[in-house]
C-alpha cells in the first residue's frame, strides 16, 4: 500500500533522474511525472530502437538535458541551476557484454560518472540522493547462495567491478563527507535484480532477445541457460527506490543504518533463464523457437540471488507480484508494442495496477 502515499510525497518536488532515457529511468520518470513531480532527466539520447522514451512523451513531460555524466561541468551547471530536492541516479553503462567490448567506456561512465555525481551533490549542498548500483556489486566467486548488504563487494568482470567501484565509492564520499551533516540518512544505494519489464529495448538481455526474435520471426539464441538469476518486474525495484526516497525526504531513517537496501525478488522468483523462457513461451501460446549456444566464454555469475530481510525490516517494502504476474505484465507490454506500438496507456494501466497492490 505504500504506493499510494507517493502522490503527496512526490507531488511538485524537483526530482532529478540521472538515465531517465533508459529502460528503468523512463518508467520512473514517467512514474514521478504521473505524481506530479518536476522531473529533471539527464542522459544520453535513447539508442535507435529504443522507443521507451519517445512512445511516453517523456521530451514533452519532462525538462530533459542529454549529455554525458563523465563532463563534469555540464552535469555540474545543470544541477546547480535546477537544485533538486531528490536525485535518483540510475545512469551507467548497464550491459555486461559490452564491458567485455569496451572496458574503459564502463568503467568511465559507471565510476568517473558517479563521482562526478556525488562530488557535484558534495559542492552544492545537496541532500536526498538514490545511487542505483547492481546485484553485481558483490563479490561472486560462485560459492555462496545469497547476498545480503553486509557482504563483500567484487567483480570477477568489468561491468560488476565497475558497480562494486561505484559503490566504495558512494561509502567513502558518505563516510568522509555526508554522515556527520544530519543525525538522519540523506542518501543511499539502492541494489536490484534482473530487472524485466516492457521497454527494454537493450541487445544482449534476455527478454528484450526473445521479443526481438518474436518480431523478426528468428530463434532466439540462449547462452546461460542454466545461470539462476531474481527475476522481478521494473516496476518492483523503482517502488522501492521511491519508497526509500520517501524515507530519506522525511528523516525517517537514523544514520546508524547501514545506507544500502537490496530490493530483489521472493526466493520463488529466482529461476533458471531456461526455465524463465519457457514460461514466457507458454503464456504467449506460441511455439518455442531457440537455440542454446552452450555457455558463454563471459565470465557471468551463474547464481545471485539477493537477500532482501533489511529492505523488509528497516524499510518495509516487499515484492508484490509473482512471477506469473511479471511474466504477465511483461508479455501484455510487447504484444502492445508489437501490434500497434502504442505503449503510452499500457504504461499507465500497469503502474496504475501496481500502485493498487
Ligand atoms: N536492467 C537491469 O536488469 C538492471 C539490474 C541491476 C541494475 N541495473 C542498473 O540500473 C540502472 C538502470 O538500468 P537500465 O536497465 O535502465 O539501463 P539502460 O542501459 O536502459 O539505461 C541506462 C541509462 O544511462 C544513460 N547513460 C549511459 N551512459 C551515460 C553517460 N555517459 N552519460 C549520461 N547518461 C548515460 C543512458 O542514456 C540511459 O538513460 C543502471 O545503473 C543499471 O546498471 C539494471
Avoid at 30 to 58: Q, Y
Avoid at 190 to 196: D, K
Avoid at 250 to 272: A, D, E, I, M, T
Avoid at 281 to 305: C, H, T, V
Wanted: with cysteine.
Amino acid at each position: 500500500m505504500y504506493c499510494k502515499k507517493f502522490k503527496s510525497t512526490y507531488k511538485n518536488l524537483k526530482v532529478l533522474v540521472t538515465g531517465s532515457t533508459g529502460f528503468k529511468g523512463s518508467w520512473l520518470s514517467f512514474w514521478l511525472n504521473k505524481l506530479n513531480a518536476k522531473v529533471i532527466g539527464v542522459g544520453l539520447k535513447p539508442e535507435k530502437d529504443n522507443i521507451l522514451f519517445s512512445s511516453l512523451k517523456l521530451n514533452k513531460k519532462i525538462n530533459q538535458h542529454f549529455i554525458d555524466i563523465c563532463d563534469y561541468n555540464k552535469l555540474s551547471s545543470i544541477i546547480q541551476k535546477a537544485r533538486p530536492d531528490i536525485i535518483f541516479h540510475l545512469a551507467a553503462q548497464s550491459i555486461v557484454s559490452d564491458s567485455y567490448k569496451d572496458p574503459l567506456h564502463t568503467i568511465k561512465t559507471n565510476t568517473l560518472g558517479s563521482t562526478n555525481l556525488l562530488e557535484i551533490v558534495k559542492k552544492n549542498k545537496l541532500k536526498n540522493l538514490i545511487y542505483i548500483t547492481s546485484d553485481k556489486c558483490y563479490l561472486n566467486n560462485g560459492d555462496k547462495f545469497s547476498f545480503n548488504e553486509f557482504d563483500k563487494l567484487g567483480g570477477n568482470d568489468v561491468y560488476s567491478s565497475s558497480k562494486a567501484a561505484a559503490e566504495t565509492i558512494f561509502h567513502s564520499y558518505y563516510n568522509s563527507f555526508f554522515k556527520k551533516d544530519s543525525k538522519y540518512l540523506k542518501m543511499a544505494t539502492a541494489r536490484a535484480g534482473n530487472v524485466i519489464g516492457g521497454g527494454d529495448f537493450k541487445r544482449n538481455r534476455i527478454i528484450p532477445d526473445l521479443f526481438k526474435s518474436i518480431k523478426f520471426k528468428k530463434k532466439l539464441i540462449i547462452r546461460n541457460p542454466n545461470s539462476l538469476r531474481p527475476w522481478q518486474h521494473v516496476l518492483e525495484p523503482l517502488s522501492g527506490y521511491l519508497l526509500l526516497g520517501e524515507k530519506v525526504l522525511s528523516n525517517n531513517l537514523k544514520n546508524n543504518l547501514y545506507p544500502s537496501w537490496n530490493f530483489g525478488p521472493n526466493v520463488k522468483n529466482c529461476k533458471r533463464v531456461i526455465e524463465i523462457i519457457k514460461k514466457f513461451y507458454e503464456y504467449l501460446d506460441i511455439p518455442k523457437k531457440y537455440k542454446i549456444l552452450g555457455n558463454s566464454k563471459m565470465n557471468e555469475a551463474k547464481i545471485l540471488r539477493l537477500n532482501i530481510n533489511k529492505s523488509n525490516q528497516e524499510l518495509l517494502w516487499k515484492p508484490k507480484l509473482n512471477l506469473d504476474q511479471c511474466i504477465r505484465l511483461t508479455s501484455n507490454w510487447y504484444i502492445n508494442y508489437l501490434i500497434n506500438e502504442d505503449v503510452f496507456n499500457i504504461t499507465n494501466e500497469q503502474i496504475e495496477f501496481f500502485s493498487e497492490k
